[in-house]
């Protein structure tokens, strides 16, 4: 069975960081690309980042030099950083592995995990 487990969500100030983690497990994702999306109350969810399996990566405009998006294969996990955070990053966060197609649409993942909530308080 496969999971993705997302953590390291929480409550931080406008200008702090926090570091999400996602792990997967069931299977090994490490010619996978893997993404980060978030949705806000009331909106659509939102491409945020991806990271392929050779270590390329892409950003959305709204979050290029705050966020940097990494991965461990040998752990089976993914990382995004986010420094310089805003109030409107508020979201829940969620991973998702690729299955092909264009990294930001949400129909171009088949795994996604439960989503971890960041709060940025102004």
């Known amino acids: 069975q496969v999971q993705l487990v997302e953590s390291g969500g929480g409550l931080v100030q406008a200008g702090g960081s926090l570091r999400l983690s996602c792990a997967a497990s069931?299977?090994?994702?490490?010619?996978?690309?893997m993404g980060w999306f978030r949705q806000a109350p009331g909106k659509e969810r939102e491409f945020v980042a991806a990271?392929?399996?050779?270590?390329?990566?892409t950003f959305a405009d709204s979050v290029k030099g705050r966020f940097t998006i990494s991965r461990d294969n040998a752990a089976n996990t993914v990382y995004l950083q986010m420094n310089s955070l805003k109030p409107e990053d508020t979201a829940v966060y969620y991973c998702?592995?690729?299955?092909?197609?264009?990294?930001?649409?949400?129909?171009?993942?088949?795994?996604w995990g439960q989503g971890t909530q960041v709060t940025v308080s102004s």
């Open positions: 069931g299977r090994t994702f490490s010619r996978t690309a």
């Open positions: 990271v392929t399996w050779s270590y390329g990566h």
């Open positions: 998702a592995a690729h299955k092909g197609g264009s990294y930001y649409y949400p129909t171009s993942y088949d795994y």
